[in-house]
Antibody, heavy 130, light 108 residues
């Protein structure tokens, strides 16, 4: 049973870098096709996908944040990391890490893998304020 | 990026009601569509993946359907624990993944 737990500073000053860690308990590099996503939700707003990292370190980012975001993985520690630079008040949100599970099905009649976020951390609140 | 639009943005319903939420994609996404339930202070929970596959442990009153650009999530008989916000999310092809703006289901 995989469990995820986010951690990091709850308060970050404007223009500084937000750094979060997600610790994965359980099978980190198990059989299966997994990525690890980060998603955030500002208070009173919807969910926003930030990006994802594979166990081998490959990344995909949301273009709206692409120039400010970086993600990495440390398989020796079963940890993922998220860094977001030059933060503003608009980056204040609850940040979640999630397992993005993939599978292929012939029913799709395509070569694409299905992905869905099936395991989530509890979330960590980050406030950007001086 | 693929834009996802949900309707309605909110609805009021009673326990036992049948509830339908619609999600439309800005381009065809085959069946690469997931549904999540979000309660305040809790992490999102996947209900349906690949448009119509029920996630393990999710009650059978939840049903997803659709393909291409139009999708629906139906709750056949609304239960007290179902009052929440529901999000669709596309995972077609290559990222970025995008969510709908959410549909809040409230108690009438």
């Amino acid at each position: 049973q995989v469990q995820l737990q986010e951690s990091g500073p709850g308060l970050v000053k404007p223009s500084q870098t937000l750094s979060l860690t997600c610790t994965v308990s359980g099978d980190f590099s198990s059989n299966g096709f997994f990525y690890w996503s980060w998603v955030r939700q500002p208070a009173g707003k919807g969910l926003e996908w930030i990006g994802r990292v594979s166990s081998s370190g490959g990344t995909d980012y949301n273009p709206s944040l692409n120039s400010r975001v970086s993600m990495s993985v440390d398989t020796s520690k079963n940890q993922l990391s998220l860094k977001l630079t030059s933060v503003t008040a608009a980056d204040t949100a609850v940040y979640y890490c999630a397992r993005d599970s993939g599978f292929w099905s012939p029913h799709s009649l395509s070569n694409y893998y299905y992905y869905y976020m099936d395991v989530w951390g509890t979330g960590t609140t980050v406030t950007v304020s001086s | 990026d693929i834009q996802m639009t949900q309707s309605p943005s909110s609805l009021s319903a009673s326990v036992g009601d049948r509830v339908t939420i619609t999600c439309r994609a800005s381009q065809g996404i085959n069946t690469f569509l997931n549904w999540y339930q979000k309660k305040p202070g809790k992490a999102p929970k996947v209900l349906v993946y690949a448009a119509s596959s029920l996630q393990s442990g999710v009650p059978s009153r939840f049903n997803g359907s659709g393909s291409g650009t139009e999708f629906t999530l139906t709750i056949s008989s609304l239960q007290p624990e179902d009052f929440a916000t529901y999000y669709c999310q596309q995972s077609y092809g290559h990222p970025p993944w995008t969510f709908g703006q959410g549909t809040k289901v409230e108690i009438k």
